[in-house]
């Protein structure tokens, strides 16, 4: 076998068994590729909290969007198709209430013919869409409440629910607050409870630069588009400045891949010791 399960409910009892019955087992059998296919499941058993991978599409002069918040499209459709079959095998989406805001995404599976069977789920099942929004600014009639069985919003006790927004249904729940933001560990460490294993962030620069400052970006998905944007747009993650390039964060390159006219870059953040990040 592969791994033992790090579920301390059961962690080595089906091996004992089946050693006790005379079987004869190994295990650590290609445990890295094993671990990989459930980074999940492994990070919220030994962490407490979910797999967090951060989904972003930028320019090639690094922006996010334009100085004036416009950011549809930045990525080819290609990029766009690939992104449905990442969302597919995520437990749940996460954005921020900017986001929300600035382009009242609906963040949920859109599969075409064919991919559905590529995602391997049948049938498909939505994952959640988690919106930060400390003080319940979400309108009630974003898109992204469309299905309010499939949303939560995450919000601090530092404003009330507004009622209209009770009215739809939508679970909303109350976190401790940190630096007047919501308190991303708590957020993390909620949804562990709620087992789930694996997120996908898609937000903008203030929510991904927060989860980097509490070093809780496991992975990064980049679709870089041939486009440049000019002056003004938010890059990727906000943080810094920075006083000197000891500073500066590594990434490893774990893959890369073409998708129509865009990049795909696959990279694991290289959190050391020393690395500063401060949120600007
Ligand atoms: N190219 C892409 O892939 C992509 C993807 C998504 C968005 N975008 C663009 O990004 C822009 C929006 O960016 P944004 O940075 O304003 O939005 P965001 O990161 O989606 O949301 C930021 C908001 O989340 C809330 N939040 C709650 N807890 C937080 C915490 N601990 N840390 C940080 N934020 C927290 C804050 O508002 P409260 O304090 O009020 O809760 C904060 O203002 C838009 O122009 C959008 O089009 C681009």
């Not at 549809?72 to 198709?81: F, G, H």
């Not at 099942?125 to 930060?132: D, E, K, T």
């Not at 929510?207 to 870089?224: A, K, N, P, T």
């Amino acid at each position: 076998m592969a791994s033992t399960d790090p579920n301390p409910q059961v962690n080595g009892q089906g091996l004992e068994k089946l050693r006790h019955a005379g079987v004869t087992v190994e295990s650590g059998l290609m445990a890295d590729e094993a671990e990989a296919l459930n980074s999940g499941f492994f990070m919220r058993m030994r962490h407490g909290r979910p797999w967090v991978r951060v989904k972003t599409a930028i320019s090639l002069d690094g922006r996010t969007a334009l100085a004036n918040g416009d950011s549809k499209w930045i990525s080819s459709e290609a990029s766009r198709r690939d992104v449905q079959k990442w969302r597919a095998c995520s437990s749940a989406i996460l954005t921020g209430i900017g986001t929300v805001l600035a382009d009242d995404p609906q963040m949920n599976v859109r599969l075409e013919k064919g991919q559905h069977e590529l995602a391997g789920q049948a049938p498909l099942r939505q994952p959640l869409r988690i919106i930060a929004d400390s003080l319940w600014r979400i309108p009630a009639q974003s898109r992204i409440l469309d299905d309010p069985a499939t949303a939560i919003i995450a919000g601090t006790g530092r404003a009330a629910v507004p009622p209209e927004l009770e009215a739809t249904g939508v679970r909303c729940i109350s976190l401790p607050a940190r630096s007047g933001s919501l308190d991303l560990p708590a957020l993390l460490s909620r949804l562990a409870e709620m087992e789930v294993n694996e997120i996908q962030v898609e937000a903008g620069a203030r929510l991904c630069g927060s989860l980097l400052h509490d070093r809780m970006v496991d992975e990064v998905l980049i679709y870089q588009a041939p486009l440049l944007l000019g002056e003004g747009g938010a890059g990727p993650f906000n943080f810094g400045p920075l006083e000197s390039m000891d500073q500066r964060t590594h990434l490893k390159l774990l893959e890369t891949r073409r998708l129509g006219n865009d990049w795909r870059l696959r990279l694991k953040p290289e959190y050391r010791k020393d690395d500063v990040y401060r949120n600007s």
